[in-house]
């Protein structure tokens, strides 16, 4: 009994001083209503079927006349989460009486330190876009969704986002991690520019549309030099769950990674 009582303090240890696990989603839930009422309930039992620990969510409203019926979506979500659990909502834009944005969720496991959102100006774009980032006490997880109409105003978002992550970096010290719907095939220039600076942990898995996909625009990054890692276990798109059918919970599929982090 004891010797099994020393391994359990051991392992806690290692978990605070040195490597640790992190199991990370990027899913564009396309406002909960893409193809149902409301999927909100769907997708948080569907995190929870993967252990997920942060989670960044692409096209969120909140508080909404137009759709939704006023109702925060991401605090909605948070909720159907449980206790402990921690979301920030990063407004790209107004909408119908609300906002509308992006938003980085972080479980229990995690101490969250501060919280902001990196504006991402339009440009010649669809519309203004911004990453939802959180600071833990263990690292920095940011969300982003970047404009799908016109590549150079990709570019500059994913430029300007970089950026401001690296800032966070070298003021934190801590891993830098980053997802989202990235609107940007993996021959692009704007993937040419992020694998300069990031390294593209998620396999490139077709992610959209969630019916017969056939591109790959969702990733998982880790910022270059910010930490050591490994994935570990299965990685990429999710299309199957035991309850849940992410082929009409979203027009996206979700994309799951698991690392193992050392600091």
């Given at each position: 009994m004891k010797k099994v009582f020393l391994l359990i303090t051991l392992f806690s240890l290692l978990e605070i001083w040195g490597s640790y696990n992190v199991t990370i989603v990027?899913?564009?839930?396309?406002?909960?209503?893409?193809?149902?009422?409301?999927?909100c309930a769907e997708v948080a039992e569907m995190m929870q079927e993967v252990r997920a620990d942060v989670i960044g969510l692409c096209e969120l409203d909140s508080c909404s006349i137009v759709r939704n019926d006023r109702r925060d979506q991401l605090k909605e979500f948070v909720g159907e989460m449980g206790d402990g659990w921690f979301g920030h909502f990063g407004r790209a834009m107004g909408f119908g009486g609300g906002g509308y944005g992006v938003g980085a969720v972080t479980s229990p496991r995690f101490k969250v330190v501060d919280h902001y959102t990196i504006a991402l100006p339009k440009g010649n774009g669809s519309e203004p876009r911004a990453a939802a980032v959180v600071e833990t006490d263990r690292f920095v997880f940011a969300c982003a969704h970047l404009d799908f109409a016109d590549e150079p105003s990709r570019l500059r978002q994913a430029e300007i986002l970089t950026a401001e992550l690296l800032e966070s970096r070298n003021k934190t010290g801590k891993p830098?991690?980053?997802?989202?719907?990235?609107n940007a095939a993996p021959d692009s220039r704007t993937l040419d520019f992020l694998r300069e600076w990031w390294d593209v942990v998620s396999p490139y898995d077709l992610s959209f549309p969630s019916v017969s996909p056939r591109a790959c625009i969702d990733y998982i990054m880790v910022l270059k030099g910010s930490c050591e890692y490994r994935v570990v276990g299965r990685a990429g798109v999710r299309s199957k769950f035991k309850f849940g059918d992410p082929k009409t919970a979203s027009d996206h599929l979700p994309v799951v990674v698991k690392l193992r982090l050392h600091q």
């Open positions: 990027s899913y564009n839930v396309g406002v909960f209503n893409k193809y149902v009422p409301n999927s830098v991690i980053l997802c989202g719907d990235l």
